[in-house]
């Protein structure tokens, strides 16, 4: 067999795939099997770590049908006390039929769903290499003491593919010593369990230079498969984020002093997935300078800037061109427009606002400007942005009326349109000659819009 499994009929949850068989034979069979398969073990040992310090063990190989998940399983206590309550039985009780079949199985489903979590995917890996790697540890009656979810995984796989997966049938354990009490054992689980993990974190910013590096080395299929990168697009996403912390420490005048952003993880991963859908280029422009200002500023700020586009979807969406408009006015270089609407900020207009805003001497201020348009904004809506609101919503039933048909009208229809305009010009009072020709001036007041509407609808109504 090859060190990948052969398809992926293993897939999909435990409750939709054939089961293992957890009949569990009794305690003296499997004490009398497993000291057999010590006494014919060979040199191959396991050092676990004990209170007394690291014993060495015998690795043995035996059917997986010897082995018993363990109810003093650490990770599944939550679930097996909720399981117990809904049985209406107590924890103990549950503990005290742990080796009937019922109880393994009800472990055993336990266990998958978290080897299948994606912080831990230990049944992923299994299923895609077909291989175990490392033995689990057991104690002399086949109780598993380390390796429940990896157990777990084995057998569910074995069972939906007995060939693709026939080398689970057996598995290979570590068994301890005899006349070990519980709390030896206890130590043990926890010394193996909730010890810190000895290997070093990558921390973020030199796992993405080293994914750089592998790239360029190795191409980035090979990469895809060492990673357990899903998609490709994982790839591209880390190393963008990469270049994004490259660009803002060119920005900051600290190129390559990467200490300067190992804590900001999170506002550098919010800020490119913002980056990548946003339009137009001289709006996402500016707002790259400004979350760039919010990052350097951060720990001046008394507000969260994870709460603040571009670290987070816009709130309302005009935000994107509202607040880099008003930071224009308030510097003089568009005029200021009425309230209520909501005016593109050109690309000159941008243009002569990015410098201003891309001074890291100025980033406390960029920042604390945008962030308090963004507050005012989202508490006045309706004062600030109510007549842009409305004169879109006119246009768009203007447009409509252009589009429709008479016939695809029922004459209910064609009433209920009727008394809607008619509601319309309650608001907006009667039109008359004087109106008209100031409408012609106004060009997008209100009632020239109402006015069109309204013509649009009689021409198709009636």
Same mark, same amino acid.
């Given at each position: 067999?090859?060190?990948?499994a052969p398809d992926d009929t293993a897939s999909g949850t435990a409750a939709d795939q054939p089961r293992p068989d957890l009949t569990v034979p009794p305690k003296a069979d499997r004490t009398a099997r497993i000291a057999e398969?010590?006494?014919?073990?060979?040199?191959?040992?396991?050092?676990?770590?004990?209170?007394?310090?690291?014993?060495?063990?015998?690795?043995?190989?035996?059917?997986?049908?010897?082995?018993?998940?363990?109810?003093?399983?650490?990770?599944?206590?939550?679930?097996?006390?909720?399981?117990?309550?809904?049985?209406?039985?107590?924890?103990?009780?549950?503990?005290?039929?742990?080796?009937?079949?019922?109880?393994?199985?009800?472990?055993?489903?336990?266990?998958?769903?978290?080897?299948?979590?994606?912080?831990?995917?230990?049944?992923?890996?299994?299923?895609?290499?077909?291989?175990?790697?490392?033995?689990?540890?057991?104690?002399?009656?086949?109780?598993?003491?380390?390796?429940?979810?990896?157990?777990?995984?084995?057998?569910?796989?074995?069972?939906?593919?007995?060939?693709?997966?026939?080398?689970?049938?057996?598995?290979?354990?570590?068994?301890?010593?005899?006349?070990?009490?519980?709390?030896?054992?206890?130590?043990?689980?926890?010394?193996?369990?909730?010890?810190?993990?000895?290997?070093?974190?990558?921390?973020?910013?030199n796992r993405r230079l080293k994914l750089r590096q592998h790239v360029a080395d190795m191409g980035a299929d090979r990469v895809l498969e060492a990673y357990r990168f899903s998609d490709p697009a994982e790839i591209d996403r880390e190393l963008a984020e990469l270049a994004l912390a490259e660009d803002y420490l060119d920005w900051a005048g600290q190129p390559g002093h990467f200490q300067l952003v190992d804590d900001h993880e999170d506002a550098f991963? +919010?800020?490119? #997935?913002? $980056?990548? =859908?946003? &339009?137009?280029?001289?709006?996402? /422009? %500016?707002?790259?300078?400004?979350?760039? *200002?919010?990052?350097?500023?951060?720990?001046?700020?008394?507000?969260?800037?994870?709460?603040?586009?571009?670290?987070?979807?816009?709130?309302?969406?005009?935000?994107?061109?509202?607040?880099?408009?008003?930071?224009?006015?308030?510097?003089?270089?568009?005029?200021?427009?009425?309230?209520?609407?909501?005016?593109?900020?050109?690309?000159?207009?941008?243009?002569?606002?990015?410098?201003?805003?891309?001074?890291?001497?100025?980033?406390?201020?960029?920042?604390? +400007?945008?962030? #308090?348009? $963004?507050? =005012?904004? &989202?508490?006045?809506?309706?004062? /600030? %942005?109510?007549?842009?609101?409305?004169? *879109?919503?006119?246009?768009?039933?203007?447009?409509?009326?252009?589009?429709?048909?008479?016939?695809?009208?029922?004459?209910?229809?064609?009433?209920?349109?009727?008394?809607?305009?008619?509601?319309?010009?309650?608001?907006?009072?009667?039109?008359?000659?004087?109106?008209?020709?100031?409408?012609?001036?106004?060009?997008?007041?209100?009632?020239?819009?109402?006015?069109?509407?309204?013509?649009?609808?009689?021409?198709?109504?009636?």
């Amino acid at each position: 067999m090859s060190d990948t499994a052969p398809d992926d009929t293993a897939s999909g949850t435990a409750a939709d795939q054939p089961r293992p068989d957890l009949t569990v034979p009794p305690k003296a069979d499997r004490t009398a099997r497993i000291a057999e398969a010590v006494s014919a073990a060979g040199d191959a040992t396991h050092f676990v770590p004990a209170e007394t310090g690291y014993l060495e063990v015998p690795v043995i190989e035996l059917d997986h049908g010897n082995l018993v998940y363990r109810a003093d399983n650490g990770r599944v206590l939550s679930e097996l006390t909720n399981a117990a309550l809904a049985q209406n039985v107590s924890l103990d009780d549950l503990k005290a039929r742990a080796e009937n079949a019922e109880v393994q199985h009800l472990l055993h489903d336990l266990l998958i769903d978290k080897a299948r979590d994606p912080k831990g995917p230990i049944y992923e890996e299994l299923e895609r290499y077909g291989r175990q790697t490392d033995p689990l540890l057991i104690r002399e009656d086949g109780v598993v003491l380390n390796g429940n979810r990896r157990l777990a995984s084995m057998r569910q796989l074995q069972a939906a593919n007995p060939d693709g997966y026939a080398r689970f049938a057996h598995v290979r354990a570590a068994v301890l010593p005899e006349g070990l009490t519980e709390q030896e054992v206890e130590f043990i689980e926890a010394a193996l369990q909730m010890a810190p993990d000895l290997k070093l974190d990558y921390g973020w910013i030199n796992r993405r230079l080293k994914l750089r590096q592998h790239v360029a080395d190795m191409g980035a299929d090979r990469v895809l498969e060492a990673y357990r990168f899903s998609d490709p697009a994982e790839i591209d996403r880390e190393l963008a984020e990469l270049a994004l912390a490259e660009d803002y420490l060119d920005w900051a005048g600290q190129p390559g002093h990467f200490q300067l952003v190992d804590d900001h993880e999170d506002a550098f991963t +919010a800020l490119q #997935a913002q $980056m990548e =859908t946003f &339009k137009p280029p001289h709006l996402a /422009l %500016l707002w790259h300078r400004v979350g760039f *200002s919010m990052i350097r500023a951060r720990d001046a700020l008394d507000r969260k800037i994870l709460h603040y586009f571009p670290f987070t979807d816009p709130l309302p969406p005009v935000t994107r061109n509202w607040v880099p408009r008003s930071l224009a006015e308030d510097h003089g270089i568009v005029e200021r427009q009425n309230e209520g609407e909501n005016r593109p900020l050109d690309k000159s207009g941008a243009d002569r606002l990015l410098p201003l805003v891309s001074d890291p001497a100025q980033a406390a201020a960029t920042a604390k +400007a945008a962030m #308090a348009l $963004m507050d =005012t904004l &989202k508490g006045n809506q309706d004062r /600030l %942005l109510g007549f842009a609101r409305l004169m *879109s919503l006119l246009r768009n039933a203007g447009k409509t009326f252009e589009e429709m048909k008479v016939e695809d009208l029922t004459e209910e229809q064609m009433r209920s349109i009727r008394a809607q305009l008619a509601a319309l010009q309650q608001y907006t009072g009667p039109v008359t000659p004087a109106d008209a020709a100031h409408d012609h001036e106004a060009g997008d007041g209100v009632r020239s819009t109402v006015r069109r509407t309204w013509n649009k609808a009689r021409r198709l109504i009636d």
